[in-house]
């Protein structure tokens, strides 16, 4: 079949049968792996990240357990992936995360208790997402993913270098609009970076009943684009494999799917059950592939960090996890009114009729309804209470 | 000049390209070929593959892709080919397109227009024929408009385009040939606002889209019979505009409701609730929905007997207890001030 489009062959090899690693479980540099490793900097920048996130993760989840959030989805064993791909986008690049992915917008800097917006129940989303290049938190599954592909095509016509990187989950890769967003991707060349995040659970559903793919990075090629499996508790690894596809992207050769192959040590959410599908000792392997270990043995062993700059990075996220503590136990309240701010660029008079009735209810004053009095809301001539008058007129 | 509401869309839709770079045009067919409905026809010709093209058959990529582009800048305008090819990226307008701008407490409004071709009476067989206004019109978030001829349709879809806030655009399929002299690039009405097509002191009708010619016709009829109907042209199902519905109901004392779709749970139900609770010591008679049965589209052979027509709006008008006792086939009559002259209704065969 004639190809129809004129990307390099080589971009489409199918994904290698064991995924990148760079660093081995016991911290030593793996041979001959197909990506440059990070420079010492940039691996003592994610440990550090790691770090930070993991403690920031710990804190949340306890925040959740004594009910300070309504909800916490824990990224706990997955912050290499989060790191590693929040730390390869440059500063005009997009982050399109999902629920999961709170460490990895902590790793880009979002203000944690932002981060948190969400789970806590004040706001569906706390952060502002042009300034900090982050959108909002997807909870629905996969649907995030094409409005990557738009933006960056909008970046593109406006002449911008913007690459983006969409993080979504094992499962989420069952979904129609992953399918869409991958052919839409290709097709248009989109500078886009997806890192599949296979934590080899959805909720209760192992990884095994979503695809009957050999691998979920396989279906890259289907779309025409490269698919690559990495070792999603390899910091270093994550990182040089979303930096070269990100740089791959800038320059014209379109998108890369990237499957990071990790386990989600925790429960689903705090109120998840997984003794209802899956063995405690199913975890223990992964547990002694702990990424903050992994780097932790790597950086050390070469000299890169000491104990001083180790504990440099614990008492930063102590100090981080004192804050987050410290700023949700002030139970700000949101504001009411908020509720009708902002449906539509301007209030329609049905909205603000609503919110005036929810005023009304807040003063204990009797409750209108929804429409207020017979012609509440609207103009002069058509309000109030003569009703015989008028209708002569 | 005289343009068929396709026409006069197209004309909108390449003003707008025109005059604002950030507008791009794309979806199903709207390339090349100009749109199964010709609504983008010489778009692409005129302004290259960038700004009006192609999109792979995938309405949900396609409006997620509108949204990725709005949070960045552009203005897109996507079509989903037909109402019920729509259905695949309802996720994407309701928890995505319609909500935004309040998930992100106002930092991310969403302009992008989705034209959505609605409606029956062009003989298509299945899945091409939905009125699908009220799933949209429930949705907080979106604008849901949709014009009965050419003169709006140019302005409503300039103002919709210009508009800071995601908008459904349904466009009356069988309207689409329909022409009409249009001052383009004039402005009609505001987009926000319901309009009264015709006067009258008896008896409001109350449509939209497709079936404000229909309605237009029945007062016609009723006019012969002597019976004065008013017919508002609602425009914007969402927001509704209350004040002008609410003032000619309460002038005129009676209100029929007009659609395509089923009745039951349709955007009749919300009209009929309103009107009910702003006009109760005005109405001398309940509201009335005229509406399509409660069953699936039909095959192009049976529509006709679904769609409400002439006959069903006029035998509606007659059921709203007029003080003359009137019955259908009776003759018309009565003193002026104790009610109108009253229809004499159809016989549907």
Known sequence: MERIDDRPEARLALPSAEPIRLVDRSGGRVP????????????????????????????????????????????????????????????????????????????????????????????????????????????????????????????????????????????????????????????????????????????????????????????????????????????????????????????????????????????????????????????????????????????????????????????????????????????????????????????????????????????????EGPLGEPGAGLPAELRGGAHDELKEV | MELSLAQALNRALRDALREDPDVVVYGEDVGPLGGVFRVTDGLTAEFGEERCFDAPIAESGIVGTAIGMAMNGLRPVVEMQFDAFGYPAFQQVVSHLAKMRNRTMGRLGLPVVVRVPYGGGIGGVEHHSDSSEAYYAHTPGLTVVTPAGPADGYSMLRDAIALPDPVIFLEPKRLYWSKAEVGAPARTEALDRAVVRRAGSDVTLLAYGPTVPTALEAAEAAHADGCAVEVVDLRSLAPFDDATVTASVRRTGRAVVVHEASTFGGYGAEVAARVTEQCFHYLEAPVLRVGGFDIPYPPPKLEHLHLPGVDRILDAIARLQWESGWTPGAAPGGPAGAGPALPAARSTS
Not at chain 1, 63 to 81: D, I, K, M, T
Request: net charge negative.
């Open chain 1, 32 to 367: 001959g792996a197909p990506v440059p490793a990070p420079d010492p900097q940039t691996l003592a920048r994610l440990l550090r990240a790691m770090v930070v996130g993991r403690r920031f993760d710990r804190q949340a989840g306890a925040l959740a357990r004594q009910g300070r959030l309504a909800v916490y989805p824990s990224s706990f064993g997955q912050e290499a992936c989060q790191v590693g791909g929040a730390l390869a986008l440059a500063p005009a690049d997009w982050l399109f995360p999902t629920y999961r992915d709170c460490v990895s917008l902590v790793a880009r800097g979002v203000d944690p208790v932002e981060v948190l917006t969400l789970l806590r129940g004040d706001w569906h989303s706390g952060y502002d997402p042009e300034r900090h290049r982050c959108a909002t938190q997807c909870t629905p599954l996969a649907t995030n993913a094409s409005h990557a592909v738009g933006l960056t095509y909008a970046a593109r016509r406006k002449g911008e270098d913007v690459a983006a990187l969409v993080l979504m989950g094992d499962g989420a890769t069952s979904e129609g609009d992953a399918h869409e967003a991958y052919n839409f991707a290709a097709l248009w060349n989109a500078p886009v970076v997806f890192l599949i995040q296979n934590n080899q659970w959805a909720i209760s559903v192992p990884v095994r009943k979503q695809s009957a793919a050999p691998t979920l990075a396989h279906k890259a090629i289907g779309y025409g684009m490269p698919g690559v499996r990495v070792d999603g508790n390899d910091a270093a690894a994550v990182h040089a494999v979303v930096d070269q596809a990100l740089a791959e992207a800038r320059c014209g050769h379109g998108p890369t799917i990237i499957e990071a192959m990790t386990y989600r040590l925790d429960p689903h959410t705090n109120s998840d059950a997984p003794q209802r599908y899956r063995d405690d000792d199913e975890s223990e392997p992964w547990r002694e592939r702990d990424p903050i270990d992994r780097l932790t043995a790597l950086l050390r062993a070469e000299g890169m960090v000491d104990d001083a700059a180790l504990a440099a990075m614990a008492e930063e996220g102590e100090r981080l996890a004192a804050q987050v503590r410290d700023r949700l136990a002030e139970d700000e309240a949101p504001d009411p009114e908020s509720l009708f701010a902002h449906v539509y660029a301007t209030v329609p008079h049905a909205l603000a009729r609503q919110r005036a009735t929810l005023r009304d209810e807040l003063r204990g004053e009797p409750d």
